[in-house]
Nanobody, 128 residues
Framework: QVQLVESGGGLVQAGGSLRLSCAAS????????AGWFRQAPGKERQFVAA????????FYADSVRARFIISRDNAGNMVYLQMNSLKLEDTAVYYC?????????????????????WGQGTQVTVSS
C-alpha cells in the first residue's frame, strides 16, 4: 500500500520558517522524482518544487526560488521542503507527491500529471 504522509505545517508569522516532511512507504521511493505542490483556497494546485530521483536536479517555482529548499533522503524514504522568509501568499495546503519517472526535465516534473502518488496535504498559514 503506497502511502505519503506530510507533516510540519502550521501557523507562522511572515518572515518565519517552516520545514515540511514527507514520509513515503509502500513503493520504490528512490527510483522516481518527488515534488511539492500547494493549493490555496479557490485556486488551482500549483507547482512549488521538484527533485529528481538522485537529488542531482532540482527545480523551483519562480515564486519560491531562493526562499524554499527541497531535499530528499532516499535511505530514509523522506522528502523535505525547507521554507524560509515566508510570505502571506505562501498560505496554502502543501502536498507531497512522488513519481515513477526518472526524468530530470523541468517540463515533466513541474506538472501534477507526472506524479502517481500524493499525500493528504498539510496546512501552512502565514500571518501578518
Amino acid at each position: 500500500q503506497v502511502q505519503l504522509v506530510e507533516s510540519g505545517g502550521g501557523l507562522v508569522q511572515a518572515g518565519g520558517s517552516l520545514r515540511l516532511s514527507c514520509a513515503a512507504s509502500g513503493h520504490t521511493f528512490s527510483s522516481g522524482a518527488a515534488g511539492w505542490f500547494r493549493q490555496a483556497p479557490g485556486k488551482e494546485r500549483q507547482f512549488v518544487a521538484a527533485i529528481n530521483w538522485s537529488g542531482s536536479t532540482i527545480f523551483y517555482a519562480d515564486s519560491v526560488r531562493a526562499r524554499f529548499i527541497i531535499s530528499r533522503d532516499n535511505a530514509g524514504n523522506m522528502v523535505y521542503l525547507q521554507m524560509n522568509s515566508l510570505k502571506l501568499e505562501d498560505t496554502a495546503v502543501y502536498y507531497c507527491a512522488t513519481a515513477r519517472t526518472t526524468s530530470s526535465l523541468r517540463a515533466t516534473l513541474s506538472v501534477s500529471t507526472a506524479y502517481a502518488y500524493w499525500g493528504q496535504g498539510t496546512q501552512v498559514t502565514v500571518s501578518s
